[in-house]
């Protein structure tokens, strides 16, 4: 186990947790607390993965493997987050989206439906992937 699920709850979403690291690995620290997930689920105990910040991390959403969710990001619905993959700022991944590899999703973007961003790709400011898109490879 790396973390547990405290008894903080978000502020406006009192169904949502807050998580303390267990143990030291990757860049957290034992002790350190970290975002808000509803159950065990949404985070993986297995490689560095880990939410940050105020972000959370809902439903059937799952983060694995060395991903990082941050900030005020919001991963809910069938959601996956895996590989290296970076969540920040205000971004929201939600349905049966996908990002992994070593892409990046920031700013305020929003990626749902069945949309992927994989590979290096990147995208960030304030853009919408959604359907069936597809952003890969070094896609900026």
């Given at each position: 186990m790396k973390?547990?699920?405290?008894?903080?709850?978000?502020?406006?979403t009192?169904?949502l947790?807050?998580?303390?690291?267990?143990?030291?690995?990757?860049?957290?620290?034992?002790?350190?607390l970290?975002?808000?997930?509803?159950?065990?689920?949404?985070?993986?105990?297995?490689?560095?993965?880990?939410?940050?910040?105020?972000?959370?991390?809902?439903?059937?959403?799952?983060?694995?493997?060395?991903a990082?969710?941050?900030?005020?990001?919001q991963?809910?619905g069938?959601?996956?987050?895996?590989?290296?993959?970076?969540?920040?700022?205000?971004?929201?991944?939600?349905?049966?989206?996908?990002?992994?590899?070593?892409a990046?999703?920031?700013?305020d973007?929003?990626?749902?439906?069945?949309?992927?961003?994989?590979?290096?790709?990147?995208v960030?400011?304030?853009?919408?992937?959604?359907?069936?898109?597809?952003?890969?490879?070094?896609?900026?």
């Amino acid at each position: 186990m790396k973390y547990e699920i405290t008894n903080e709850t978000h502020p406006t979403t009192p169904y949502l947790k807050r998580i303390r690291a267990l143990k030291d690995f990757s860049d957290v620290k034992k002790g350190e607390l970290g975002g808000f997930i509803e159950s065990e689920e949404n985070l993986c105990h297995e490689g560095d993965c880990w939410v940050f910040g105020d972000a959370w991390v809902s439903g059937n959403a799952e983060v694995s493997g060395d991903a990082k969710v941050s900030d005020n990001a919001q991963i809910y619905g069938n959601a996956q987050i895996y590989g290296n993959a970076v969540v920040p700022d205000n971004a929201v991944v939600s349905d049966n989206a996908q990002i992994y590899g070593n892409a990046v999703v920031s700013g305020d973007t929003k990626v749902s439906g069945r949309a992927k961003v994989f590979g290096n790709a990147w995208v960030y400011g304030n853009v919408r992937v959604y359907g069936d898109a597809e952003v890969c490879e070094r896609a900026r």
